[in-house]
Nanobody, 125 residues
């Protein structure tokens, strides 16, 4: 089992920035990749970014490329999502997730077996 706890969400004005954190515990040695997803009201959960845990390779959704950066601290078993130039359309609940195999840089929610509880990000215009 892997437990994930997100933090760092909040309310920010358009153009502002936030950094989300996700701390992993439990069988973290089994993680192959960690990702961030988001879900806005009335919409499906969508992929934001993913990182290969031991290699640091990354992949981003087109909507956040150039504005968001995913990184990890292996020693702390923590993954981060630095979000810059935030837009109102970035408003959503953000979830981190852990994958234990499958794709090198998984982007589908069903490729992740463990999920955090989510943290709300609200961007005002």
């Amino acid at each position: 089992q892997v437990q994930l706890v997100e933090s760092g969400g909040g309310l920010v004005q358009a153009g502002g920035s936030l950094r989300l954190s996700c701390a992993a515990s439990g069988r973290t040695f089994s993680m192959s990749a960690m990702g961030w997803f988001r879900q806005a009201p009335g919409k499906e959960r969508e992929f934001v970014a993913t990182i290969r845990w031991n290699y640091g390779a990354t992949k981003y959704a087109d909507s956040v490329k150039g504005r968001f950066t995913i990184s990890r601290d292996n020693a702390k078993n923590t993954v981060y999502l630095q979000m810059l130039s935030l837009k109102p359309e970035d408003t959503a609940v953000y979830y981190c997730a852990a994958s234990q195999g499958g794709s090198w840089l998984p982007i589908g929610p069903n490729e992740y077996g463990y999920w955090g509880q989510g943290t709300q990000v609200t961007v005002s215009s």
